[in-house]
């Protein structure tokens, strides 16, 4: 028998499920794009098109390019004496918060990660789940107790009170995570340098601190979105200073009115999502290095 003759190569069980497997993977990946980016495509386009074509054609996700306007991105960053909603304070109250929450935060959580993952004291084994223990408390549960606590220090109405809330928050999660990559950093490369003459702040400054860079990249980015979008103690503390509200309180009074058109409720939720997601491209290698990088010791 020839070989042009002879049938062609059978299909495989390995052959198929690469195949099925191949095609299902980028179906998945479709999917996944559209419920992740269908919601802010349909956030923007409602946030630039007048209110009158909404009300005339609600369900229509191609809005016609001739009546798109930026009024409302106008009306949302406008001063509040100048009839806007203020929000140009807003971003800089909440990026004030977040920034000081992420460099006190990481200034208390680098030593004590370091502490809890190098150094032998009673009790090291039981601390990071007691640390851990404290982030899964629920925010209500202590919210009576720092509201009674920063009225008496005469922090309450302050963005610092706040920020001291927030590293209270964010302290315990942190020192948990960075914990976990310490550990991943070999001992004998800390010994060499104490070895050396470094003493142990000169080993976490020169050695310790950028292996761990990815990490606390991470950790600060964590500490970031929590106090970026954090709610219930920003409308706790700051309710009766309309001047330092975040965005989160600034959002919430938009949504909480009828006056407020959808248009520019859209264009608010829009301007307070923007930092989040280009902070998130710019750093999102850091970012899923550092939390997968304490997944196996080395």
Do not use: H
């Not at 304070?89 to 502490?115: C, E, H, K, Q, R």
């Not at 150094?119 to 408390?137: E, K, P, T």
């Not at 990249?217 to 500490?223: E, K, L, R």
């Amino acid at each position: 028998m020839s070989t042009a003759s002879r049938p062609g190569r059978p299909w495989s069980r390995d052959r198929v499920e690469r195949l099925v497997f191949g095609v299902l993977r980028w179906v998945v990946i479709g999917l996944f794009l559209i419920a992740t980016l269908f919601p802010f495509y349909y956030m923007i386009m409602l946030s630039i098109r007048p209110i009158e074509d909404l009300l005339l054609r609600p369900d229509s996700l191609l809005p016609d390019l001739s009546k798109l306007t930026w009024s409302t991105y106008s009306a949302v960053l406008r001063p509040v004496e100048d009839a806007g909603q203020g929000f140009v304070s807003l971003l800089g109250n909440s990026a004030i918060v977040a920034s000081a929450s992420v460099l006190l935060a990481l200034a208390i959580a680098i030593p004590g990660a370091y502490a809890v993952s190098r150094l032998n004291f009673f009790g090291r084994r039981q601390i990071s789940a007691v640390f851990l223990l404290v982030y899964l408390f629920p925010s209500i549960v202590i919210a009576i107790p720092l509201f009674v606590l920063l009225t008496k220090l005469q922090l309450r109405g302050s963005l610092v009170g706040l920020v001291l809330v927030y590293i209270a928050q964010t302290v315990p999660v942190a020192i948990y995570m960075l914990k976990n990559y310490f550990e991943t950093i070999p001992e004998s490369v800390e010994e060499a340098g104490l070895v050396d003459g470094l003493n142990r702040v000169g080993v976490i400054r020169r050695i310790s601190l950028p292996l761990a860079a990815p990490s606390v990249m991470a950790t600060g980015i964590f500490v970031f979105m929590i106090a970026w979008n954090e709610f219930l103690f920003a409308l706790l503390f700051l309710v009766e200073r309309r001047d330092r509200w975040t965005v989160s309180l600034g959002l919430a009074q938009l949504s909480g009115t009828v006056e407020i058109p959808t248009t520019v409720l859209m264009a608010g939720s829009v301007v307070i999502t923007v930092p989040i997601v280009i902070l998130f491209f710019l750093t999102e290698r850091l970012l899923a290095e550092g939390l997968t990088s304490g997944a196996d010791k080395g």
